[in-house]
């Protein structure tokens, strides 16, 4: 197990609601990344947190927001779903930003109908 | 941003032979790699990385070897074991992204 939790494990929601995930990361990680994974793809990364910044961000609408607290657990939150929004959504942290190893947790399943 | 692409989506192997899955990158200015395994149900977990100043490195049973003038990315599994069925994935880093490849369903057959 890598440390890294992931709330809640599974989650319905119809299209046009808002969803709320969360994720803790391992003990003494600074850095939370996000990734959207859609069955037989590889994860795609929406974006990263560092200290609370958001540090990068990949080809995600402005719909995808995060948050990252003081005790470095994250939140990614989508507004408006759609059908597409349906995923496998994993949360990874890692030691320092950049190109330190990620560890990945569990994921949280969306399916929006 | 940069696609990373694996040459086979499946590959069957008898239990105890050794597997290869390969992984092609694009940008040549990435400079460290990671091969991720994922069963089903499970968040892709870490196997070994290479630094883009290497070309080869080994960990338990797995060997990491990287080709940069081809920009080619391979994991080699030793004495495969039914354990090692999953999805493998490649991802290269440049920035601060890692770019993850389709994946590779690997399946020992016993």
């Known amino acids: 197990e890598t440390g890294v939790t992931q709330s809640p494990t599974h989650l319905i929601k119809t299209r046009g609601q808002q969803v709320t995930l969360r994720c803790s990361s391992q003990?003494?990680?600074?850095?939370v990344s996000w990734y959207q994974q859609a069955l037989g793809q590889g994860p795609q990364f929406i974006f990263q947190?560092?200290?609370?910044?958001?540090?990068g961000r990949g080809n995600f609408p402005p719909r995808f927001s995060g948050l990252q607290f003081p005790n470095y657990s994250s939140e990614l939150n989508v507004n408006a779903l759609e059908l597409d929004d349906s995923a496998l959504y994993l949360c990874?942290?890692?030691?320092?930003?950049?190109?330190?190893?990620?560890?990945f947790g569990p994921g949280t399943r969306l399916t929006v109908l | 941003g940069e696609s990373v692409g694996l040459h086979l989506p499946t590959l069957s192997v008898q239990e105890g032979d050794n597997s290869i899955i390969n992984c092609a990158y694009s940008?040549?200015?990435?400079?460290?790699f990671i091969w991720y395994k994922q069963e089903s149900g499970k968040g892709p977990q870490f196997i070994i990385d290479?630094?883009?100043?290497?070309d080869k490195r080994q960990g338990q049973r797995v060997t990491v070897l990287l080709n940069k003038t081809v920009k080619h990315l391979s994991l080699q599994i030793a004495a495969t074991q039914p354990g090692d069925s999953a999805v493998y994935f490649c991802?290269?880093?440049?920035?601060?992204?890692?770019?993850f490849g389709t994946g590779t369903s690997l399946t020992v057959i016993p």
């Open positions: 990874a942290s890692s030691l320092r930003q950049s190109t330190d190893t990620q560890y």
């Open positions: 003990s003494g990680h600074n850095t």
């Open positions: 947190y560092y200290r609370e910044e958001e540090n």
């Open positions: 940008n040549s200015a990435s400079d460290y």
């Open positions: 290479i630094r883009s100043n290497m």
């Open positions: 991802a290269e880093v440049w920035g601060n992204q890692f770019y």
